[in-house]
């Protein structure tokens, strides 16, 4: 089945303890995406990755790391969370042609993360 | 002026209404776009592409007008499964950050 799997699911942590969430996806797109999504603010995108080792900055990346080793997966690295950062966090991904994203996005099911 | 707006809601309606959704966008360099559906606390998820010629899947019906940059979505035959927030979403040509999500619009059909 064509999915994103993120991990975990829910999380709560401790201000300043390092986490990751991780994001794969097993349909081959060249594209992928964090966005994080608050009440009232609706999905805000943190990071993008347009390929293998080409990451950058979406409108709210400060406090969050990415890397993009290998195609398939793009986990979400907060070296310090802080409680600012308690949200709803999806990892999506794309087919890309050219400059272009084709087809819309997958979601993976979404991270709840609370950061007390 | 945000890049994609839509309709602020929410829209309560009853069982077996028709109701339209509309979203304006301001890049005329949007490409293409999309209607996604979210139900609360989960993912969004792709509800239907939207062509030039307008499409239609079932009861839902979507338009595009790109001389006024604007979409339309139109649910006929309401049903208590189609309550839910409707995000409009446009791809524009801009490397990298390619999909613009509107704030959604929620629905809740009721019995």
């Known amino acids: 089945e064509a999915q994103v799997t993120q991990n975990p699911r829910y999380l709560i942590t401790v201000t300043g303890k390092k986490l990751t969430v991780t994001c794969s996806q097993n349909?081959?797109?060249?594209?992928m995406s964090w966005y994080r999504q608050d009440p009232g603010l609706g999905l805000r995108q943190i990071y993008y990755?347009?390929?293998?080792?080409?990451?950058d900055k979406g409108d709210v990346p400060e406090g969050y790391k990415v890397s993009r080793k290998e195609k398939r997966n793009f986990p979400l690295i907060l070296e310090s969370p802080s409680p600012n950062q308690t949200s709803l966090y999806f990892c999506?991904?794309?087919?890309?042609?050219?400059?272009?994203?084709?087809?819309?996005?997958?979601f993976g099911s979404g991270t709840r993360l609370t950061v007390v | 002026r945000k890049e994609v707006e839509q309709d602020p809601g929410p829209f309560n309606v009853p069982e077996g209404a028709t109701v339209a959704f509309n979203c304006t966008y301001s890049n005329s360099a949007s490409q293409s776009f999309f209607w996604y559906r979210q139900d609360c606390r989960k993912e969004p998820k792709l509800l239907m592409s939207v062509y030039s010629s307008g499409n239609e899947d079932g009861r839902f019906t979507a338009q595009l007008n790109r001389a006024s940059q604007y979409i339309s979505l139109l649910i006929r035959d309401s049903k208590l499964s189609d309550s839910a927030t409707y995000l409009c979403?446009?791809?524009?040509?801009?490397?990298?950050?390619?999909?613009?999500f509107g704030p959604g619009t929620r629905l809740s059909v009721l019995p």
């Open positions: 979403v446009v791809n524009i040509d801009n490397y990298g950050q390619n999909f613009v």
């Open positions: 999506a991904s794309s087919f890309r042609r050219d400059r272009l994203l084709v087809g819309g996005y997958t």
């Open positions: 349909m081959n797109h060249e594209y």
């Open positions: 990755s347009m390929n293998v080792e080409v990451t």
